[in-house]
């Protein structure tokens, strides 16, 4: 791999890209291929201790963010009647949700330990792999914090959504689907992430998300 891989791609202009790699803490420049190498490095124990997942664990582990996705896309279907605008807001949604995800494992799994190894929970590391080159694991943060709001209207928009149209026209089946939106995307979905592959992940110490909610625990 030549350092140029490496490095980050700067758009016309002189500005950063989406993608741009983060510089290096210490030296206050980009990464080069040898930190690339070094940093990818792990100890024979942190890699014995990485748990591996078959095919059948991968899907479950998906169930909680496919379930929300599916609940969120039924409730502009059902809120609007069954109607064509709400057809196509769900379909909408959909694909925002199946967008979301490869957009994580585009720029964001390629900066993962778990890039190309079957120990990533949800199996997005072995995707990213034949999307992308690994990147430096150093700037998994940096990314995590920059790419993760891209997804993150996914847990409001059909509650903003659902709201209004239950009260301008009241549905038990469109509150039973919010309620239950709701509690699988705030509750289940997060529960089973953090508890479930975060707490295994060798990355956890530099995760935003972890290293927030150890905070929170102290």
Known sequence: MRAEHVRGRV???????????????????EPMENDLVQSDEMSP??????????????????????????????VFVTGFGGLLP??????????????????????????????DNNSCPC?????????REKKAPDCFSEKFKKHIPVIVPLWFIPVLAGV??????????????????????????????????CSECPQKGSCPWMGRKAKAAC
């Open 86 to 115: 709400g057809w196509l807001a769900a379909i909408a949604y959909a694909a925002y949700g199946l967008g979301g995800a490869v957009w994580i494992m585009v720029f964001v799994c390629p900066y993962c330990r778990y890039y």
């Open 11 to 29: 758009r016309a202009g002189g500005l950063p890209g989406p993608d741009t790699d983060c510089v290096a803490h210490d030296t206050g420049r």
């Open 45 to 74: 124990q942190t890699t014995r201790s990485m748990r591996e997942y078959s095919t059948v664990q991968v899907f479950i582990n998906n169930v909680p963010y496919i379930a929300m996705t599916l609940l969120g896309a039924a």
């Open 164 to 197: 209004p149209l239950i009260i301008r026209d009241f549905s038990w089946l469109l509150l039973v689907l919010l309620v239950v939106f709701a509690l699988d995307a705030f509750v289940v979905l997060p529960l089973f992430s953090s508890k479930h592959g």
């Open 123 to 131: 199996g997005y590391g072995k995707i990213a792999a034949r999307l």
